[in-house]
């Protein structure tokens, strides 16, 4: 099984393995992998339209050939060479059955608390936050497509926190509210609704302190 990390810098983990960096093989290689952890299959001409920013050389498709014949050699070198990215159908994709990546997980934290009540939404919401903690790729620093998908996720991230934000709020707990609101205005600076929650969280934690505080004694003469 096959562990890809997006979220942060570019990583797989295998059989107590992690490769990252030049171990994937360069730039190309590192791209294609990172293209079809979020995409899962490409054709040829999406992936050389996206690798090269929609100006592919002449020989893209035996170049991208060369490349994941690379890549496939780093991530596991005693394999089938198509153990791991398959070839099918013109294009590429990663085999399900061998692959975990992140960004799938996030995805199925966020569903699974779609329709939920606040007090089951909490949980996979705030799950999803920690898992996307860093930002995505942040390894992957000149693709268009590599910045466009950053931005995207980042404000993913920002609701899901908000999300769990006002669940906490609504089950009565406001400091994990206030937490998680910190947290998206971490993110995005900008956000009111990050800052209507937070304030609202600390006016309750300062109500809940004052309730909570011992009565001043009696004093009689």
Known sequence: MYEIQLFGRLEVRTRGMRLSGEDLGGAEPRQILALLALHGALRKDELADMLWAGRPPVAAEDTMEGHLSLLRHRLDPDADPESVIATSGGGYALVAEQVRVDVARFEELVAAASGRTASRALRPLTAAAHLAARPLLEDVDQPRWAADARERYRVRVVTALLDA?????????????????????????????????????????????????????????
Not at 188 to 200: G, K, L
Not at 207 to 217: F, N, S
């Open 165 to 221: 934000a006002g669940h906490a709020s609504a089950v009565g707990d406001p400091r994990t509210a206030l937490a998680l609101s910190e947290q998206a205005l971490g993110v995005d600076a900008a956000s009111e609704r990050a800052r209507t929650i937070m304030e609202n969280a600390r006016r309750a934690l300062g109500e809940t302190r004052h309730a909570e505080a011992p009565a001043p004694e009696k004093i009689t003469a």
